[in-house]
T-cell receptor, first 113, second 117 residues
């Protein structure tokens, strides 16, 4: 069965510091990987996704993620954190087709002033 | 463009009452998903439809839950009777699945926040 693991339910960084949110997956088929962000009291918004091709994927708000098949990882990074980045971040997996996404438990990103 | 529209945004109901959550997917999308979000279990896929047909309802917790999609622009999730443990945020999401494509983006609504007392 496919699964997604996000290491760290809470991550705290200082404003201006590097953001690194970790995601690992397990899958028997080539994965399609997503990062979503959820701001308080709102729905989920797509940050970026990997389907095929370039393994370094750039998304909105300065975020990017790199698909590493050998490490079964899809970590999310941003060079310099901003206060507005404080939110819940979800890594998700899809095996393709019409089925829905399998989500990780989420990582709450806290930005310290 | 209008996104996925859910109603009600907030619902407080008494245990034993029937709850109906409604969803209008993005126009032209052919796949619709219902998710439930709780602190304990995170985001869980309850059921999804493709071309108005339920494909997989294995995530529906029990018979008290039912979902319908009578047409391409409307879906409901019903809980009858409701229980306090059903308190959660229920998200509807939609996607356009094209033959031969994969990794389609799923777009989420703002959620329906349900509290059962």
């Amino acid at each position: 069965a496919q699964s997604v693991t996000q290491l760290g339910s809470h991550v705290s960084v200082s404003e201006g510091a590097l953001v690194l949110l970790r995601c690992n997956y397990s899958s028997s088929v080539p994965p399609y990987l997503f990062w979503y962000v959820q701001y308080p009291n709102q729905g989920l918004q797509l940050l970026l996704k990997y389907t095929t091709g370039a393994t370094l994927v750039k998304g909105i708000n300065g975020f990017e993620a790199e698909f590493k098949k050998s490490e079964t990882s899809f970590h999310l990074t941003k060079p310099s954190a901003h206060m507005s980045d404080a939110a819940e971040y979800f890594c998700a997996y899809s095996g393709g087709g019409a089925d829905g996404l399998t989500f990780g438990k989420g990582t709450h990103l806290i930005i310290q002033p | 463009d209008a996104g996925v529209i859910q109603s009600p945004r907030h619902e407080v109901t008494e245990m034993g009452q029937e709850v109906t959550l409604r969803c209008k997917p993005i126009s032209g999308h052919n796949s619709l998903f219902w998710y439930r979000q709780t602190m304990m279990r995170g985001l869980e896929l309850l059921i999804y439809f493709n071309n108005n047909v339920p494909i997989d309802d294995s995530g529906m917790p029990e018979d008290r839950f039912s979902a319908k999609m009578p047409n391409a622009s409307f879906s409901t999730l019903k809980i009858q009777p409701s229980e306090p443990r059903d308190s959660a945020v229920y998200f509807c999401a939609s996607s356009l699945l094209l033959m031969g494509t994969r990794g389609n983006t799923i777009y989420f609504g703002e959620g329906s926040w349900l509290t059962v007392v």
